[in-house]
């Protein structure tokens, strides 16, 4: 098992940390045990039947004489002046997600949206490494929006009570009912939304309740993922609604509070990107500026947190606490850092551990002032953030690594609150109309509100969503709503920026946006949403009193993709003087009761559940979990056998015998416990998480949709159904029990594709670093085979590894003169050359093309799984489905591998690192020598070619690829049948049918493209001009993809990093894609007891 | 006993032994023409379009430009069809009255689009660009042949595999100046020497770079 410098061992799951016989097993297999097994059930009569007619049907199979079937050119009739057939275009827009948006890049064929990508001139997207980039970084809700955009569940038509109507019909229909209303001045109006920060929709609802239409009328704002508890807690500190937001560029040192800053929340590409900056290593090279590896410094982030989030797992500290714990904690580090407060002794409730961080992490951040950040989670209470707010002002932080703003929100209000008044207006009967604007509240709602059975009551109700969903169900007229790729429409980003979100595609099925629906409810009632948008900032523009015309500052806003110069200016601010009194006036009475804590978080990959019938979304495994298509109960090893659910007894594989978790064939058979949480009770499958906090329970919002479509059906459990309106994210009282007898089989992917211990992944401390910078060139081949093997890895060798001392290694090279060579592979330059003289051209070099090579960064990789999402997009790979998940036959040609480090029995010495595994291209392919038909072959600018049309799917290059990077389409899991997915392929990339073996190209149709483009141009291929779509979204510009041929590509730099390794280069396969180590920046003063035992 | 065969089936058992070899010969000569053969890959047939569209007449009689029409040829993968209101910038003033013509008209009136038969259809699997080929000094002709001798448009090669890669083995053979790329009638006075100055101008690939499988196929 491979351990890091500090002596921590690293392991994907408890069965490997145990080496459990089954996992010994698992390990040797080429694919899982079921993998290639038919198991659908087959009756003699229908095998006879199929065997039957595919007999008398096999010579006919020869007759398909025309390569291509027949087709038809359709040009256009007025080709719009900038579609060029067969480039594609670029437009710049913005997605929004819980009211704030981000910026996005959407490419277009023809008029055909198919691609997403970060806008890079968009604050909050920026490239994550190179500042000269194309396009921007993204997420993968980003990414996965564009199968949302053609999902074919999507609600297609106007319905009242589920018959279809016309949107005519329910404009009269709703003429009718409001004609009622005006005359009262609009009592009993309401309309719910979401956060809104669109200033168009926020102008047309302060028109709608202006005293010409209803002056009675109401606004409500419900979000389940709400940011409520910021917004208080900065109304706590300083008197006032302000919106926070943080440079990291200038954060040496960052404490995190619970708050999962690089994978969620607004602005958190920014985030990412500002972090990574400040953890990218690079020493110096002639000519630059970096330091030398002696004097590398790196920030620092100590993570408290509850469950094990991305940002915690790859924290150079990290203390589990419950999060009734971390508020105690913040208490008294402020006691520690003489911040007055109104809590005495939080430091007694503390355990042990807590107590002991408390006094070198105050020096810490102490001796950082100005550069040092304390952020805590949107799900904490406001006296929490008011707290911190004091601390980073006493840090004089605020200004520095803090920036406080207006509020983004249109209308800051706390949802809870709204929520609940609407509720009581419905049960009172005093709503007469409802017009739920987007969201879904009987879905979302607290579970003690009751919202359906009050929604009832309201004599009209009116739904505008995407899907006929739960809330759709119970409304009397449902409106179709246009995807945000379909609308007009606008909103601001995390520091208030403005973008004007522009349609790529006339609405798919007549959806109609938010803007349209509320002018149906004034005088004019036809306006478009262009117009209406476009009237907007007409008048915006008018009141600025900017220069130039109004349509160039209209066009230059579109193409940009933000409205330059609207970013909120920042504020000063100082706590009030009696910040700490109104804290403890405004915190509620915390709950007594004891038992274990549930904390509810809106799901990784599904968030608040708008995402559950994204298939995309779905299988992509939860980034620390690895689960995909579910949802759990998550809690710790300790916690678990606490339940009487030991882990080895928890787990057991298909045959009922205890053992693998996840492993064998992903497919995990958990135990199930029952959750009862004030008097509700729910049924949950149990997922042991090393590094989660003991005695606490979390679940994840969003799965267990009753009408979410075809997708969402009939996956995981609907955690909304514990959810209380008084203790929305976390609460104390849970109580669990073990269901005996009833298991649940999870589709978890953790120790798929494993590839056993040849320390796959290498760490260390930046200490250890500095004084053996070369620590990552272990190998776990012979040490006499290592100089050599280490020579062969493609790319410049690693600066400074003198060349000395792989000679005196040589030395020791007891065989040094062997006859035979190292492996039985012939000489990669030898073949060339032989190839080339058959061609008439003896020994040409390929030096003179490129070398197409991958560089993968495990310091900044946080894990987020952005890559996968949008290898699945470029690549038009599909998704197989919970079942075939559970077999080992998911697709996404790029992995990330999550290993775990230290012991999984306490909680707080659990981290996280996290490895993409693509296609690694090797010059000496294991897959290429055994493939009977030549379908995978090399290519001349190193690519490992996988041609399709070749391969007849023997599988034998998947059993010979070490990495297990190979996939193979089992069944036909294209879908060839659904008319709106088609539109959303790749046209620059096949789209694979069954029997056919696939894996990562290196977005080889990129390659090829920016090739040609180069070609006509008579120029080199620079770093901005390709990148591949994992590198392309990378928030921290973990991933670099270049030229070998050119040294001053990025890539040729990375490789000449001391911390450059292959994977298993022992087996020689001379790898093109390299790893650079994670680097760890640990407290020297806070290294824990345990671990320095372990060294 | 009497004897079950008779002594002519000796010829008949020999001549069929020995014929075999020829027999299954012949088979696999046949198939491999018939591969070949215009049947499969559609090569010299002309399709009935919806306007029987004359190259001949508009380029080898009017002599129109190939880029007038298929104006991305030296931008895009795709060479382009021209849209229909590049038809009527000539049809709106002569032929105004031609029945022939009904289609293009109509399409103009309505904004549906001119559902033309594709001559040149290749499988999904292959990635071919115009652009590049071009910009390499491949002209049209080297491909479609005499297209301003064609009154309907057929596809002048097989535009099998083995075609491509003929080319892409030997470029030079098929190189001309990028000046005489739309030059129907050019031949090469010394094409051997000429197609290697080209391949040395033009910075065309070496043939092991041009026969990697990814340069077509992804």
């Known amino acids: 098992m491979a351990v890091d410098s500090e002596g921590r061992r690293f392991w994907r799951s408890l069965e490997e940390y145990l080496a459990t016989p089954e996992f010994q097993e698992m390990l040797h297999r080429e694919f899982h045990e079921q993998a290639s097994e038919w198991t659908n059930p087959v009756t003699r009569r229908r095998f006879l039947t199929l065997m039957g007619a595919s007999l008398a049907l096999m010579g006919l199979n020869g007759c398909s004489t025309q390569p291509a079937p027949r087709e038809k050119i359709m040009p256009y009739v007025r080709q719009p002046e900038e579609i060029v057939p067969g480039k594609k275009l670029y437009f710049a827009t913005a997605m929004p997600l819980g009211g704030v948006v981000t910026g996005v890049l959407v490419e277009s064929h023809e008029g055909r949206p198919t691609k997403i990508e970060g806008n890079p001139l968009h604050p909050a997207s920026p490239p994550g490494l190179q500042h000269d980039a194309e396009v921007g ?42 004609d009622k209303l005006k ?98 290593v690079r020493t110096r090279r002639a000519g630059d500026d970096n330091p030398p590896v002696n004097e590398i410094q790196m920030n620092r982030l100590y993570a408290v947190e509850c469950g094990m989030s991305n940002t915690g797992g790859v924290a150079d500290h990290r203390l589990a606490l419950r999060p009734t714990q971390i508020e105690m904690f913040a208490l008294a580090l402020a006691a520690e850092l003489e911040v007055p407060t109104n809590t005495r002794d939080a430091e007694a409730e503390l355990p042990e551990e807590a107590r002991r961080w408390l006094k070198p992490l105050a020096k810490d951040l102490t001796e950082h002032a100005e550069k040092s950040l304390i952020l805590a989670g949107d799900h904490h209470p406001p006296s929490l953030h008011a707290l911190v707010h004091a601390l980073n002002h006493k840090l004089k932080n605020a200004g520095q690594t803090v920036k406080y703003t207006s509020p983004i929100e249109a209308k800051p209000v706390d949802h809870g609150q709204q929520i609940s008044e609407l509720v009581k207006d419905m049960a009172e009967r005093r709503v007469k109309l409802l017009v739920v604007l987007g969201g879904n509240p009987v879905y979302t709602a607290p579970v003690d509100l009751h919202f359906a059975e009050q929604l009832r009551k309201v004599p009209l109700r009116v739904h505008l969503g995407l899907y006929q969903d739960e809330t759709a169900a119970l409304c009397d007229w449902h409106v179709p709503a246009a995807h945000y790729l379909e609308s007009w429409s606008d909103g601001r980003a995390y520091d208030g920026t403005a973008s004007i979100i522009q349609p790529l595609i006339a609405p798919l099925y007549s959806g109609r946006t938010v803007h349209e629906l509320l002018a149906a409810f004034t005088e004019s009632p036809e306006r478009s949403g262009l117009e209406i948008v476009k009237e907007h900032w007409r008048e915006w523009w008018k009141q600025q009193k900017r220069s130039g015309s109004f349509e160039e500052f209209w066009r230059q806003s579109l193409q940009e993709g933000l409205v330059a110069g609207t970013a909120f200016e920042n504020r000063n601010l100082t706590p009030k003087a009696d910040w700490a009194e109104r804290v403890a006036k405004a915190e509620p009475a915390q709950n007594a009761t004891k ?65 693998s978790s996840g492993g064998e064939h992903g497919e995990a058979i958990v135990d199930v416990i029952e959750l009862t949480y004030r008097g509700r009770s729910i049924k949950a499958p149990i997922w042991i998480q090393p590094g989660h906090a003991e005695d606490a329970v979390t679940v994840h919002l969003g799965h267990g949709r009753s009408r979410g479509g075809q997708v969402a059906g009939g996956v995981g459990f609907n955690a909304y159904f514990l959810r209380t309106n008084a203790y929305p994210w976390f609460d104390q009282g849970a109580e669990a029990r073990r269901v005996p007898g009833e298991t649940h089989v999870l589709a978890c992917t953790q120790m798929h594709h494993n590839m056993e211990e040849r320390a796959p992944i290498r760490s260390s401390s930046l200490a250890h670093f500095r004084d053996h910078p070369y620590f990552a060139d272990e190998l776990t081949a012979g040490e006499a085979e290592k100089p050599e093997v280490l020579a062969q890895i493609p790319g410049p060798q690693p600066r400074g590894r003198a060349e000395a001392k792989l000679e005196e290694e040589r030395k020791k090279d007891p065989d040094k003169n062997r006859l035979i060579p190292l492996t039985l592979y012939k000489d990669a330059d030898k073949e060339f050359e032989e190839a080339t003289k058959q061609l008439g051209e003896p020994g040409k070099k390929p030096s003179k093309g490129y070398q197409w090579a991958m560089a993968i960064d495990l310091t900044t990789c946080t894990g987020c799984s952005a890559c996968v999402v949008a290898c699945q997009s470029e690549n038009n790979i599909p998704i197989v489905g919970k079942e075939e998940v559970t077999r080992g036959r998911e697709m996404h040609w790029l992995r990330i591998d999550r290993y775990y480090g230290g012991e999984p029995f306490d909680p707080n010495q659990v981290s996280a690192h996290f490895q993409p595994v693509p296609c690694m291209h090797c010059e000496k392919a294991p897959c290429e020598l055994v493939c009977p038909v030549g379908a995978t072959v090399h290519s001349h600018d190193g690519l490992n070619d996988m041609i399709y049309n070749r391969c007849v799917g023997t599988r034998y290059c998947s059993n010979n690829c070490p990495y297990k990077v190979r996939r193979f389409n089992f069944l036909q899991f294209a879908d060839f049948a659904t008319s709106s997915l088609k539109l959303m392929n790749n046209p620059q990339v096949t789209v694979r049918s069954r029997g056919v073996m696939e894996k990562c190209t290196y977005c080889v149709q990129r390659i090829r493209a920016a090739d040609i483009e180069a070609e006509r141009e008579g120029r080199r291929i620079e770093d901005r001009h390709l990148m591949t779509a994992c590198q392309a979204v990378c928030p921290a510009g973990a991933i670099i993809f270049g030229d070998l041929n050119n040294k001053e590509s990025v890539v040729y730099q990375w490789k000449e990093e001391p911390t450059n390794y292959a994977l298993l280069a022992g087996l020689n396969t001379m790898p093109r894609t390299t790893y650079l180590a994670a680097l760890r920046n640990p407290n020297p003063e806070l290294t824990s007891p345990q671990r320095k035992q372990g060294e | 006993m009497p004897q079950i065969f008779h002594r002519s089936f000796n010829t008949i058992s020999k001549v069929t032994i020995f014929g075999a070899v020829f027999i299954v010969a012949g088979l696999c000569w046949f198939a491999a023409i018939f591969y070949r053969s215009s049947y499969v890959t559609e090569s010299h047939l002309a399709f009935v379009q919806p306007v029987p569209f004359s190259h001949a007449h508009h380029v080898g009689q009017l002599g129109i430009d190939c880029r007038y029409c298929h104006t991305s040829v030296e931008t895009s993968s795709f060479a382009g069809i021209p849209p229909t209101k590049t038809c009527m ?79 892409h083995r030997n470029p030079e053979n098929h190189l001309r100046p990028r000046s005489e790329i739309f030059n129907m009638s050019w031949r090469a006075e010394n094409q051997m020497s000429l197609g290697q100055q080209l391949l040395q101008e033009y910075k065309v690939r070496t043939p092991h770079e041009l026969t990697s499988c990814s340069t077509c196929h992804r």
């Not at chain 1, 997420?139 to 018959?163: E, K």
């Not at chain 1, 968030?607 to 949802?631: H, M, S, Y």
């Open chain 2, 89 to 167: 910038n000539c049809h709106q003033q002569i032929w105004t009255g031609s029945s022939m013509l009904e289609p293009v008209r109509e399409s103009y009136r309505t904004g549906a689009s001119i559902p033309w038969e594709r001559v040149h259809n290749l499988p999904g699997f292959v990635y071919f660009d115009h652009s590049i080929h071009v910009a390499k000094g491949v002209g049209c002709a080297s491909c479609h042949g005499r297209i301003d001798e064609m009154p309907l448009t057929y596809q002048e090669n097989t535009l099998l595999m083995e075609w491509c890669l003929e080319c």
């Open chain 1, 137 to 178: 970084s993204s997420d993968s809700f980003m990414q996965a929006s564009i199968l949302g955009l053609y999902d074919p569940d999507r609600s297609q038509g106007v319905t009242y009570r589920g018959q279809p109507r016309a949107w005519n019909e329910m404009l009269s229909a709703l003429r009718g009912a409001l």
């Open chain 1, 183 to 280: 005359n009262q001045g609009g009592e009993g109006l309401y309309f719910l939304t979401e956060t809104v920060s669109s200033p168009t929709l926020a102008a047309q609802l302060k028109e709608l309740l202006g005293e010409d239409l209803f002056p009675k009328a109401k606004w409500v704002q419900y979000e389940p993922a709400n940011r409520s508890n910021v917004l208080e807690g900065a109304k706590l500190a300083f008197g006032d609604y302000v919106n926070t937001y943080y440079d990291f560029t200038k954060a040496d040192v960052v404490l995190s509070l619970d708050a999962d800053f690089l994978m969620a929340g607004p602005g958190t590409l920014r985030y990412t990107r500002d972090f990574s900056s400040r953890r990218r």
């Open chain 1, 595 to 659: 038992g274990m804590e549930i904390i509810f978080h809106p799901d990784p990959t599904l968030f608040d559940g708008r995402f559950a019938n994204n298939g995309w979304l779905q299988e992509l495994p939860k980034p620390v979990t690895k689960i995909t298509w579910d949802n759990a109960a998550i809690v710790s090893p300790n916690t678990a056998k606490k339940l009487g659910i030991a882990y080895a007894d928890n787990i057991r594989d298909a045959s009922g015998r205890p053992g």
